[in-house]
């Protein structure tokens, strides 16, 4: 039976099997390869999206867990790199290699949404669940910082909660989350 998904402000039906991995429909099915594989064990955080404004593992989440929920990706985080998360992470230049930096920032972007400004601790809890395999950690509590700089700027006002942008594809993005697909 066909799964309905709303995923970055879009529907999609999928027939897949209902306990397969959310993930693995973003990827192997939707063709949308920004959201990362890593461990698959809820582990490392490569996977991370938004499900109704959560920070979640979409490697260990049913996709029947997420139908009727809003789903937000890397793709839809902004239209076009505006979300000042994406905005920081461009300006502090955090990607080493790239491969974590989609799960990064979606778990960064779902801090900010709750903490405008959290602190050095609150940012090392928020984000301890992100493995960085470069060690981009020290680039990535400064990007937070920046982030909540630049949303508490009048002028820079994009949203934090994760828009319902077009899909620009991460891979396209100098901040994407790199890697292989
Ligand atoms: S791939 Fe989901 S937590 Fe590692
Ligand atoms: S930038 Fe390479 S794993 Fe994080």
Request: aromatic fraction near 4%; charged fraction near 10%; hydrophobic fraction near 40%.
């Given at each position: 039976?066909?799964?309905?998904?709303?995923?970055n402000g879009k529907r999609h039906s999928v027939d897949v099997p209902p306990n397969m991995p959310l993930l693995?429909?973003?990827?192997?099915?939707?063709?949308?390869?920004?959201?990362?594989?890593?461990?698959?064990m809820s582990l490392c955080g490569a996977c991370t999206v938004h499900i109704d404004g959560e920070a979640t593992r979409?490697?260990?989440?049913?996709?029947?867990?997420?139908?009727?929920?809003?789903?937000?990706?890397?793709e839809?985080?902004?239209a076009d790199r505006s979300h000042p998360v994406?905005?920081?992470w461009i300006e502090?230049?955090?990607?080493?290699?790239?491969?974590?930096?989609?799960?990064?920032?979606?778990?960064?972007?779902?801090l900010l949404a709750k903490n405008p400004k959290p602190s050095d601790p609150e940012i090392d809890e928020a984000m301890k669940g992100n493995i960085c395999r470069c060690g981009t950690y020290q680039r990535i509590r400064e990007a937070v910082h920046r982030a909540a700089e630049l949303h508490?700027?009048?002028a820079k006002s994009a949203e934090l909660g994760g828009a319902n942008g077009a899909e620009e594809a991460a891979d396209r993005q100098p901040v994407n989350a790199g890697g292989a697909a």
């Open positions: 039976m066909a799964i309905q998904l709303n995923i693995w429909v973003l990827r192997d099915t939707l063709g949308m390869t920004g959201t990362k594989f890593g461990c698959g979409s490697c260990v989440t049913p996709v029947s867990a997420a139908a009727g929920k809003k789903i937000t990706t890397i839809g985080l902004s994406q905005r920081a502090v230049d955090v990607p080493q290699c790239g491969y974590c930096q989609s799960g990064q920032i979606m778990t960064a972007a779902s508490a700027a009048p």
